[in-house]
């Protein structure tokens, strides 16, 4: 079930949505939010729906200002984040506790209160949607042994050092703004009201990081009220994408000319210098852009001006309130612009300002926002899906604290059966694996680049360097693996072959570097002893799956099991056996 995802109360969230204010569009005809199969809430069709391939606007579900995204940028304390320099994802946890602890001041208040922190609707502090690190010991031990612990899914270091960063900031702008409840732990205090408020960040951090999206340059990270309410799909499904333009200056976050790109940060010395020589230019002798920007200018915007030139001759340092009255410029220049470009796209068109409200804070620039869109035909009644990547079980529980069955991005790492293998045997095979680590990891790279037209990137099967490998570099021990259903990796394969070759055949190609031997190497089909060494291997990594013998793991097979957290797991468990089993079977046919 996708509980973390879940959102507790729609209703506010979709009073949230109407607020002209929030700048946000919510297509009510074509869709509603209501119970999911899946958990918690999803997004369904409430007519079918045929989106036009040309017109993107046609498949249009949701449209919401950058303005009104929960984001580091946006928040009240967006000029204490980027004093500390803290961005990315702890900017947005920051952001997001200091809203919280706002309560009703915030913008974001409706949407922060419909996010759902517990299992089900009692505020149980024992059901608390945590991260698996923090899960009791009973639940993360069923975990041993798979992906999941490989890739630290169950060490809670991460959390702590999140918090001690948090709590650094708290401490230092504790006499700007109050630290919200989590970040205000007492050394001398009870040290059960101590763990609650870590508990309480660490929930705090899962239900953000399980709904970030990531934006564009200036905002890095956000939280975009509505676009969160779409499920997962795991298996190609697709039926809505999250869309931004995510190329913008990450100055002031305009995907337009600014003059941070020529100029610099709106506190450059470059930007100073630029816009005081325009200011100290008074004398009559103003070129026509000038005059067309004090035409714009309010009565406020002049009494500025004017005490921002008497301190200029009272001093010749600029200040930072000097500095950000000419950054307070700069964006009105910016909002009367938009609102001239927008009035012109709406010219022709009728539209009904509501009371109360400018044209500016209701008119949505595309360019400016994020949306959801449809992707392809649906009928109604069907749940619409989104995809958070091709991720595997691992990677979904420790994110987004759900799992998929029979999840089709699953892998099984054979990593580390290879360690204990080189820990454990004669010098030979340390030899063979040691010259795969440093020489034959990088070449077999090269030969999939070339092959599979490979793009290099950064992921964990590559490290920085390709011509530095060492046995220490855990990259071609990660490369080791073998993918859902059964297919092994042919980092795998070619391992099973090198371990199985001759003395005389490993002699060869280890003292070439001929590229020609290599590629025959590879294509080399698996001998017998290859596959068994490979089985052999597989059956290690199965056995080391602990949690299949414990009784959690028979009443999940019996269908008796209903705690959320060891459902997760044993589909987990689930997942990994069968790959195993069927990789096994393959190899003895």
Known sequence: PYLTMSTRNYPELHEW?????????????????R????????????????????????????????????????SYISNLLYDAHIDGIFALILAFLYEKAQVKNSPWYDYIHSINFHVGSTKDDKRLMLPAALWPDEDRIL?????????????????????????????????????PYELTPDENGDKAENERKYRFFAAACFAVSSRAFVIDDFHQLALVPAADLFNHDARGKE??????????????????????????????????????????????????????????????DDNDDEKMEDDDDDQHDIDSLYIEKLDKKLKNEMRKKDKERLEDKEEDES????????????????????????????????????????????????????????????????GRQIVELRDGTDGEIVKRLDWWSQTGFSLLKEYKKEKF?????????????????????????????IAYPRDLSLDAL????????????????????????????????IDSKGKAFLSGICQKRLSSLEGLKSPVYSQFVKGQLHDWRKHMICNILKDEKSILEKTIKHLSA
């Open 17 to 33: 949505l109407k607020n002209p204010r929030n700048k946000a569009y919510w297509d009510n005809d074509k869709v509603e939010v």
């Open 35 to 74: 119970s999911s199969k899946l958990g918690g809430l999803g997004v369904f069709a409430k007519t079918s729906i045929t989106p036009v391939e040309d017109d993107p606007e046609s498949g249009l579900l949701l449209r919401i200002s950058k303005d009104a995204i929960l984001s580091g940028p946006n």
């Open 143 to 179: 975990l041993q042994g798979t992906d999941a612990e490989l890739m630290g899914v169950i060490d809670p270091q991460d959390i702590e050092e999140d918090y001690s960063i948090c709590l650094q900031f708290a401490k230092d702008n504790a006499n700007i703004v109050k630290p």
């Open 239 to 300: 039926d809505v994408h999250f869309v931004a333009i995510a190329h913008v200056c990450p100055f002031c976050g305009r995907c337009d000319e600014c003059g941070h790109d020529e100029y610099g940060p709106p506190d450059s010395e470059a930007e100073e210098y630029e816009v005081v020589n325009n200011d100290d230019n008074k004398d009559g002798k103003d070129d026509e852009g000038d005059d067309k920007m004090d035409d714009g200018k309010s009565d406020d």
């Open 351 to 414: 539209f009904d300002v509501p009371d109360g409200y400018n044209l500016d804070e209701i008119l949505l620039d595309p360019d400016q926002c994020c949306d959801i869109v449809l992707q392809k035909k649906v009928k109604k009644g069907d749940e619409l899906l989104n995809t958070y990547g091709d991720l595997s079980n691992a990677i979904l529980i420790s994110k987004y604290g759900f799992t998929v069955k029979s999840n089709p991005n699953d892998t099984v790492c054979l």
């Open 453 to 481: 037209d490979m793009q290099e990137d950064e992921s964990a099967e590559e490290p920085d360097d390709e011509n530095s490998v060492t046995a220490d570099d855990d990259s071609w021990l990660l490369a080791i693996s």
């Open 494 to 525: 070619c391992l099973g072959k090198l371990l199985a070759a001759s003395d005389v055949e490993f002699q060869k190609l280890s003292a070439s570097n001929n590229k020609q031997a290599f590629e025959t190497f590879v294509g080399e089909k």
